[in-house]
């Protein structure tokens, strides 16, 4: 059974750059399509970014020329790289997986999830 596991959140300052990164256990994710959301407690979720089983990419507006995901198959791991990071970007991230026939991602229909992490954007 896949599971996931977050990590690479913290405090950092506006301006900075974090690497989130989402490891797999119990099978590979060669043919998922991975996602990271965010959330801030009282507000409604976002997907931030997505990857599909053919390396298809996806971001959000918001986040578009200072986020890049990446997959490491041999690691088994999605990473999030984030760079500019501004106050609006703080909130806990979340990967989530979803088995894929086709090369699709999007910001729905993901049944495993890990547990996120924190991230701090503040001077």
């Known amino acids: 059974q896949l599971q996931l596991v977050e990590s690479g959140g913290g405090l950092v300052q506006p301006g900075g750059s974090l690497r989130l990164s989402c490891a797999a256990s119990?099978?590979?994710?060669?043919?998922?399509?991975v996602a990271w959301f965010r959330q801030v407690p009282g507000k409604e979720g976002e997907g931030v970014s997505c990857?599909?089983?053919?390396?298809?990419?996806s971001y959000a507006d918001s986040v578009k020329g200072r986020f890049t995901i990446a997959r490491d198959s041999a690691k088994n791991t999605v990473y999030l790289l984030m760079n500019s990071l501004k106050p609006e970007d703080a909130a806990v991230y979340y990967c989530?997986?979803?088995?894929?026939?086709?090369?699709?991602?999007?910001?729905?229909?993901?049944?495993?999830w890990g547990r996120g992490t924190q991230v701090t954007v503040s001077s």
């Open positions: 989530a997986a979803a088995w894929a026939s086709i090369a699709w991602c999007g910001f729905s229909g993901y049944p495993v």
């Open positions: 990857i599909s089983n053919g390396n298809f990419t």
């Open positions: 119990g099978s590979t994710l060669e043919h998922y399509a």
